[in-house]
């Protein structure tokens, strides 16, 4: 099992930038995908950001060129750099890991973003 913990949400302001982390509780490189996920009241989870076991990324439309994910094996952590940050980025920002071979994924707690002057 893998526990995940988030931090790094904030109240901040449009135009902003904030750094997410989600540190896990084992090693999961390589052998997870990891992503971010956001959802705001009402709505469906979406997904923001991926990587993949092999370091392949990908993103939502809505944040690309503006957001980046990446990851540290060593400290067992994912992270989210969010640049340019906008009201309509005002979400709790979730962490999620899927392990390559069983499927078996795991949630962090949510952090909560607010994007606001």
């Known amino acids: 099992q893998v526990q995940l913990v988030e931090s790094g949400g904030d109240l901040v302001q449009p135009g902003g930038s904030l750094r997410l982390s989600c540190g896990a509780s084992v090693s999961i490189f390589g052998i997870y995908h990891k992503g971010w996920y956001r959802q705001t009241p009402g709505k469906q989870r979406e997904l923001v950001a991926v990587?993949?076991?092999?370091?392949?990324?990908n993103y939502a439309d809505s944040v690309k060129g503006r957001f980046t994910i990446s990851e540290d094996d060593a400290k067992k952590t994912t992270y989210l750099q969010m640049n340019s940050l906008k009201p309509e980025d005002t979400a709790v920002y979730y962490c999620?890991?899927?392990?390559?071979?069983?499927?078996?994924?795991?949630w962090g707690q949510g952090t909560q973003v607010t994007v606001s002057s």
């Open positions: 999620h890991v899927r392990h390559i071979l069983s499927g078996n994924d795991y």
């Open positions: 990587i993949t076991s092999s370091g392949t990324t």
